[in-house]
């Protein structure tokens, strides 16, 4: 080595050694959003589960990249944090839907009772074809009367529900317009909310009924229903028939009186469902409500004493 070289390596400044504790700015950035994740996943999921799921990913990823290895521990403690406290984040959040549910009730009996005072009736559970074939739904109709008028106008009368203008206006109703918020994996375009229809039925036959026909009262008669798991568009006009509503509540069927509302304390096990009566009141049924006192109050010219739901 000569001198010159002797030199430059004596004036060559030593690298100070790296601060294992020292992260970059996208690190730092980081951690705040992994905190965030597990309790959107809970929220827009309605499960804790996915949230615990969502950490420990995290986890496993911050093991693999290496600069957030010192994260680990935090991240392990969040962890043991997300899992005592992401069960009370979601679990108010059943009577809340519960109660968002009977709103959407309320404003759709809003919209059918409007609908009669503007013509005199009822809207038809549906609006037939030349042969008689169920061509549009009663959801349809209302749409001016639930604030839809620029969907209304998009709808084409003259072509099937299912028709290739029609089809396409599935997916842009208002989320809860017919849907439930309790109702987990929700298909935007299948409906929660049905008429009872059929023999016996202020719906038969497609008529569109007038409340002066409710002689055993519009305060009496249950007219609206949810349903769990619905497999029915919105826009396809199929409802509940009074044979289907008289499987009771939460049997466990497919078609019928049912809803994805918890027992308290138990969220795998729903003990209601909500109804509307013609007067357009919303109450809630509990699945031991009886069979003989649920036909009376799903016809509306029986004739019999109605004992009101508690």
Known sequence: ???????????????PPRNRCQFSMRVLFLFPVAIALPFAATYLLDSAAWGVFVLFVELVAGAVYRPTRPLAIPALLLLVLVVLFLPAISAPRGPARDAQCRNNMKQIMLALL???DTYQCFPPAYV??????????WRVLILPFCEQQPLYDQYRFDEPWDGPNNSQLAGKIAYFTFRCPSQPN??????????ITGDGTAWADGRAPILDEFTDGPAN????????DSDIPW?????????QAMLGINPGLRICISSWHPARGNNE?????????????VTNLKNDFPLAELRKLLTHQGGEKVAPPE
């Not at 826009?235 to 044979?243: G, H, Q, S, W, Y």
């Not at 096990?269 to 009141?281: K, L, P």
């Open 235 to 243: 826009l396809e006009p199929r409802d509940m028939t009074l044979e």
């Open 128 to 137: 037939a074809d030349d042969e008689g074939q169920p061509m549009h739904s």
């Open 221 to 228: 008669t249950i007219i609206l229903v949810e349903i769990a």
């Open 186 to 195: 929700a298909n935007r375009v299948n409906t929660n909310y049905l008429l």
């Open 114 to 116: 409007n609908y009669h």
């Open 269 to 281: 096990r729903q003990e209601s469902a909500n109804v509307a009566f013609a007067d357009g009141s």
């Open 1 to 15: 080595m000569n001198s010159n070289e002797v030199g430059t390596a004596a004036e060559t400044p030593k690298e």
